[in-house]
């Protein structure tokens, strides 16, 4: 049974918006802080965006607060992330993972991941 999996990936024209989607078992979900990292080549993978189990609380990093929201549905087991604005710095791969609480900031944090989904950038 796949435990996390991200769904929405794709190409998109600079400017434009995609909504990513973050599925998982109740097990690796419920109560769980959801986040999405993502990753360009040769680069690190660093988190972008938190969500906490109850989706009350939020975390948007610098690069990419104001153009990013993130949401859950816990009836559902999921979560999404819809980005506005795209650019081709934002091309990169991205992974939803799930960790224990809030806290968690660094990929050694997050006990679950998704394969991920890439997202291309460009005219």
């Known amino acids: 049974q796949v435990q996390v999996a991200e769904s929405g990936g794709g190409w998109v024209q600079p400017g434009g918006s995609l909504t990513l989607s973050c599925a998982a078992s109740e097990r690796t979900f419920r109560d769980r802080a959801v986040g999405w990292f993502r990753q360009a080549p040769g680069k690190e993978r660093t988190l972008i965006t938190q969500?906490?189990?109850?989706?009350?609380?939020?975390y948007y990093a610098r690069a990419v607060k104001g153009r990013v929201t993130i949401s859950r549905d816990n009836a559902k087991n999921t979560v999404y992330l819809q980005m506005n604005s795209l650019q081709p710095e934002d091309t990169a791969v991205y992974f939803c993972a799930t960790a224990a609480d809030f806290t968690a900031r660094k990929p050694s944090d997050y006990d679950y991941w998704g394969q991920g989904t890439q997202v291309t950038v460009s005219s």
């Open positions: 969500i906490s189990g109850n989706g009350n609380t939020k």
